[in-house]
């Protein structure tokens, strides 16, 4: 299973997804028999990689958010205890 195949929502995946659309529309039956798989497969992989991405944006964004609260609180301990 994937997400919905909506290309504004994975820009990195749009050429595969087109890809993938056409073959289902082209082959309606051949695609239960397998027709369309290499694209479903090479779809998968560009969902993770594109999904390892924004992790890895996210865990440094985190990171820094989480240093900034650290000086935040060293801030008001040190204010709090004048």
Same mark, same amino acid.
């Given at each position: 299973?994937?997400p919905p !195949?909506?290309?504004? *929502?994975? %820009?990195m995946? /749009?050429?595969? =997804?087109?890809?993938f ?6 082959? %309606?039956?051949a695609? #239960?028999?397998?027709e369309c798989?290499? !694209?479903? =497969? *090479? !779809?998968?992989r560009? #969902?993770?990689?594109? @999904?390892?991405?924004?992790? @890895? /944006?996210? #865990?440094?964004?985190? @990171?820094?958010?989480?240093e900034?609260?650290?000086? !935040?609180? *060293?801030?008001n301990a /040190?204010?709090?205890?004048?």
């Amino acid at each position: 299973m994937h997400p919905p !195949l909506t290309l504004h *929502k994975h %820009p990195m995946c /749009a050429e595969i =997804i087109e890809q993938f659309q056409k073959c289902h529309v082209e082959h %309606p039956i051949a695609k #239960f028999f397998g027709e369309c798989t290499d !694209l479903k =497969i *090479k !779809l998968d992989r560009c #969902f993770r990689a594109e @999904k390892a991405l924004k992790r @890895k /944006a996210n #865990f440094e964004e985190s @990171k820094k958010l989480k240093e900034q609260l650290r000086i !935040l609180r *060293k801030e008001n301990a /040190a204010s709090s205890s004048q």
